[in-house]
């Protein structure tokens, strides 16, 4: 029991540290000039990608994620790409080729990378519309994309939590 207790509790601590926007929790935020700010996209769904230009995973996860951002942006999917190359030129050079308009986010010094723990390239995040962290991948395989397309579509599915709050009758934040 102490040891679950230990384990929860360092895992509050981490992500306290690593998404503090995302876990809507009051630990600082990331130290860097890039750090990753959620507010932005509060109640949406967020899947956070790290890449970099020398990834041949990445390559293949670009066309797959612009389609993604295409077709659920409007439901309330954001797609950030967060760049972990040292060569900012090889890296507007992956853009101009796969790029598209997907939101890149420069992590040169890989401070985010750090934070977030990644263990591979692609990694990505999903974060559901209350900013809590639901599932991560490591790697790229096309053949189950299908799968994590399920899991965003799980995500956009439920509500936001203002919508929660209005149908149980609870005052409008928005309103007050």
């Known amino acids: 029991m102490k040891r679950a207790v ?7 601590v981490l992500l306290s540290v690593s998404l503090p926007a995302a876990a809507g929790l009051d630990g600082p935020r990331v130290p860097t ?7 932005p996209y509060a109640g949406r769904v967020i899947y ?3 890449w970099a230009s020398w990834c041949q995973p990445c390559r293949s996860s670009f066309p797959w994620l612009r389609e993604l951002q295409k077709k659920y942006g409007e439901q309330g999917l954001t797609v950030l790409m967060v760049n972990e190359d040292h060569d900012r030129k090889a890296a507007e050079a992956f853009l101009a080729e796969l790029g598209g308009d997907l939101q890149i986010i420069w992590d040169v010094e890989g401070k985010l990378a750090l934070a977030f723990g990644i ?3 692609p990694a990505s995040y999903l974060i559901d519309r209350s900013g809590r962290l639901r599932t991560s991948h490591i790697g790229f395989e096309p053949k189950k994309a299908g799968e994590v397309e399920a899991e965003v579509a799980t995500l956009l599915a439920e509500k936001a939590p203002a919508e929660v709050l209005q149908e149980e009758g609870a005052p409008d934040a928005a309103k007050e």
């Open 33 to 39: 000039p890039t750090a990753l700010d959620l507010e």
């Open 6 to 12: 230990l384990a929860l509790s360092l895992l509050v």
């Open 48 to 50: 956070v990608d790290f």
């Open 119 to 121: 263990e591979g390239m």
